[in-house]
């Protein structure tokens, strides 16, 4: 299927990555260096409609897989934990779509712990690391955005037993749109087409239950992050943080990627808060291009 976004042409795929797994993706461009863009939550590969045009005219090629549980992949009953979602990506990318070099990786909010899980996990693939607007499991930040229940209520929520899909049953809408508004710089930013986009897609069977198992993950992706980073040290390929400029990570998303990071850029995106992708695409896309250049 092809979808044309601001004149590019972006052709979905789905892919079989392991029995009962399938990965729905979208791949734009020609370029010969590749960039994976990693959705946060609750969104889906459309979150990207802004930035894919702008890469591409950059002269990138560029690869949206929608992981476990979102958008058009399966909604399966585990394998939510992080670094089984990495090798998701990594199976999608080099078993099914024949990528044998260097790729950047790009991650935003639940997509951004997916991407350092595939940097951690794949080093040797990983050339560059982006990550921008959530607390890694396992770093100091993470464990003082647990006891921020103002800020970090869902985190709470989403991880009992059964409770959040009783209650938000027949109310997607409404649920999810909260964040899409609360987390904005400003609320128009998401618009209603991709909110609409959005909320089908977490009401289809399964897909709430598959947003809540992200973060009844958390655990698990805590125990990883630090046996990794204690095992093998901090990365050492060159990591790009970002931080909306009115987001509240401004002031610790770079010392929190110090903590698992040797070599970390760090740059905050004006004009936007919590979705960087959809507030300021422009923004976003420039600092990443510059961080490649400086980087090659």
Known sequence: MLETWDGTSVEWGSAEIERGVRIHYGVAGTGDRTVMLVHGYPETAYAWRRVVPLLVQAGLRVVMPEYRGAGGSSKPSGGYDKHTMAGD??????????????????????????????????????????????????????????????????????????????????????????????????????????????????????????????????????????????????????????????????????GMMREVAEDVTFQVIERASHWIPEENAEALVAAVMSFVRGHE
């Open 89 to 254: 990506l990594h199976a999608l990318l080099y078993a099914q779509l024949g990528l044998t070099g260097l790729i950047t990786v790009i991650g935003h909010d639940i997509g951004m712990m997916v991407a350092y899980a595939f940097a951690r996990r794949f080093p040797d693939r990983t050339e560059r690391l982006v990550v921008m607007e959530a607390p890694l499991p396992g770093t100091a930040l993470y464990e003082r955005a647990l006891g921020d229940t103002k800020r970090a209520w869902h985190f709470h929520f989403h991880r009992a037993p059964d409770l959040p899909e009783l209650l938000t049953a027949g109310r997607e809408q409404p649920y999810l749109e909260r964040f899409y508004q609360d987390l904005a710089y400003a609320i128009e930013a998401i618009g209603p087409e991709a909110v609409a986009r959005y909320v089908r897609a977490y009401s289809r069977p399964g897909g709430m239950r598959a947003g809540f198992e992200l973060y009844r993950a958390f655990p698990t992706d805590v125990e990883r992050n630090r046996a990794d980073l204690e095992r093998n040290g901090k990365l050492a390929m060159p990591v790009l943080a970002l931080a909306g400029a009115h987001s509240t990570f401004a002031r610790s998303m770079d």
